[in-house]
């Protein structure tokens, strides 16, 4: 009876309001939810098919589907602590909930993802938010260096654990010369007397030694006569095998300098031969000796370089010499890069990469299956997940000292609520009126 169907109709109405209405609660409840995606309701009509020409119609009623606009990106918001992160584009940050850690093990049993957290160091030194997320991330070998992991597993992922306590040594493996020898000392007659400085670089233990670098002129030529020459020697410091010899023992490298003295690259350097010693590479101006502590590359500059040795009519100047490395320092901060690189910071002033924190994506975000504090896990509908670097492919960049803020539009939400609000009265108003007129029917009896 059609007007039996309008009241199904009209309590079909009232429930898909009902539905929309709790959406709008939920979205508006959660405008200030850090990475909240508002719901979205959609009616879709029901007919009941019925024969042509009979005069009669069945009202089918609506239904009400919901669906979470997670690919909608919320507005970054800045904010002054370096371990506020969020994405600047599409992806999500892999977390895992702190109660699913196995007890002494770095495997997590459930990887969900979200959009934005603010992580900071627990009791244990794992990075989470208040609410339990812990970040994941690849570890970093000694070095710094990102070993190879698989992209479209979790496998490789640990929680993020700190050592607030750490101390850490950057040992030292490049050396800088930018020394300049005095011109009137490589000349024919002259007293040839060596000219000495000591660099001082850490070990491998953060331990500090030093490198005596000797530059000696070839005075060998006819009194007056310039020969542009130099015998440098390197020793280090730390090879003492014995001390009777510690000179000859600590020797490991020489090399012959030889000028240029012509009007185009008047005092730069024009040849060097490895007497002893890794070979001179004109490309890049550098030699390679093996010192107590592993291979040590020192700069010399390249062939017609004014930045590093140089041979000019001036005193001898040893001031412009750099170094990596550091001495051993506490741990002072973190800080996440646009790459996704968690570097730690020393005292001692030395950075230090410890994590790589990859960027989760799927191919239907929106297919995601919603879960508590804003984290989503992967459905069929959403896809396998695949973990990129930060920025690369079609994620965005990890962001630190910033959140993402909730998708949530207020103003329309309320807009949404005034229409609701009408919509169910309107179906009340069906439902009274069915009501009349089934009483009216009842009353023709009488």
């Known amino acids: 009876?059609?007007?039996?169907?309008?009241?199904?109709?009209?309590?079909?109405?009232?429930?898909?309001n009902s539905t929309r209405l709790a959406n709008i609660s939920d979205n508006i409840a959660n405008s200030s939810t850090y990475g909240y995606k508002r719901v979205d309701t959609d009616f879709e009509s029901m007919v009941?098919?019925?024969?042509?020409?009979g005069g009669?119609?069945?009202?089918?009623?609506?239904?009400?589907?919901?669906?979470?606009?997670?690919?909608e990106r919320g507005n970054l918001v800045s904010t002054s602590q370096p371990l506020d992160i969020a994405i600047t584009g599409r992806g999500m940050l892999p977390v895992v909930n702190s109660s699913t850690l196995l007890?002494?093990?770095?495997?997590?049993?459930?990887?969900?993802?979200?959009?934005?957290?603010?992580?900071r160091p627990d009791d244990e030194g794992y990075l989470r938010t208040t609410s339990g997320l812990v970040l994941m991330g690849w570890p970093a070998n000694g070095d710094g260096t990102i070993?190879?992991?698989?992209?479209?597993?979790?496998?490789?992922?640990?929680?993020?654990?700190?050592?607030?306590?750490?101390?850490?040594?950057?040992?030292?493996?490049?050396i800088n010369l930018g020394v300049n020898l005095p011109a009137a000392d490589a000349?024919?007659?002259?007293?040839?007397d060596p000219r000495e400085m000591e660099v001082e670089y850490f070990n491998n233990l953060g331990g500090s030694e030093k490198m005596t670098i000797t530059f000696t002129p070839d005075v060998s030529g006819t009194t007056g006569t310039r020969s542009n020459s130099w015998t440098m020697e390197i020793r280090d410091s730390a090879i003492i095998d014995d001390p009777g010899t510690a000179a000859d023992e600590a020797l490991i490298g020489t090399y012959t300098l030889t000028f240029d003295a012509s009007q185009a690259g008047g005092g730069t350097l024009a040849s060097v031969t490895a007497v002893s010693g890794g070979a001179y590479d004109a490309t890049t101006g550098t030699v390679t000796v093996s010192g107590a502590n592993g291979p040590m590359t020192i700069n010399l500059g390249r062939y017609g370089d004014r930045q590093g040795l140089t041979q000019l009519s001036t005193d001898f100047s040893p001031a412009n010499v750099t170094k990596n490395g550091s001495p051993v320092g506490n741990l002072t901060g973190l800080e996440i890069d646009e790459n996704g690189y968690l570097q730690a910071t020393y005292d001692t002033g030395f950075t230090r990469t410890l994590y790589q924190v990859p960027v989760v994506d799927v191919p239907n975000p929106n297919g995601l299956i919603a879960m508590d504090n804003q984290t989503y896990k992967v459905s069929p509908d959403s896809g396998a997940f695949y973990l990129w670097n930060s920025g690369d492919g079609p994620t965005g960049a990890i962001a630190g000292y910033a959140r993402e803020a909730s998708t949530t539009d207020v103003?329309?939400?309320?807009?949404?609520?005034?229409?609701?609000?009408?919509?169910?009265?309107?179906?009340?108003?069906?439902?009274?009126?069915?009501?009349e007129m089934l009483q009216e029917t009842a009353n023709l009896k009488r």
Do not use: C, H
Not at 48 to 53: E, H
Not at 150 to 157: K, N, Q
């Open 1 to 16: 009876m059609s007007i039996s169907s309008a009241l199904s109709a009209g309590v079909s109405g009232l429930a898909a």
């Open 48 to 53: 009941i098919n019925q024969g042509r020409g």
């Open 56 to 71: 009669l119609y069945t009202a089918g009623g609506v239904r009400a589907t919901t669906s979470r606009n997670v690919d």
């Open 103 to 119: 007890s002494g093990s770095t495997t997590p049993r459930d990887l969900v993802m979200t959009r934005t957290g603010s992580f």
């Open 147 to 174: 070993p190879a992991q698989p992209r479209d597993s979790a496998t490789g992922l640990q929680p993020i654990r700190i050592n607030p306590s750490q101390t850490a040594a950057d040992p030292t493996t490049r």
């Open 187 to 192: 000349v024919g007659g002259a007293s040839g």
């Open 411 to 435: 103003a329309a939400e309320l807009t949404d609520l005034i229409q609701t609000q009408r919509a169910y009265t309107s179906n009340a108003k069906v439902i009274q009126t069915v009501d």
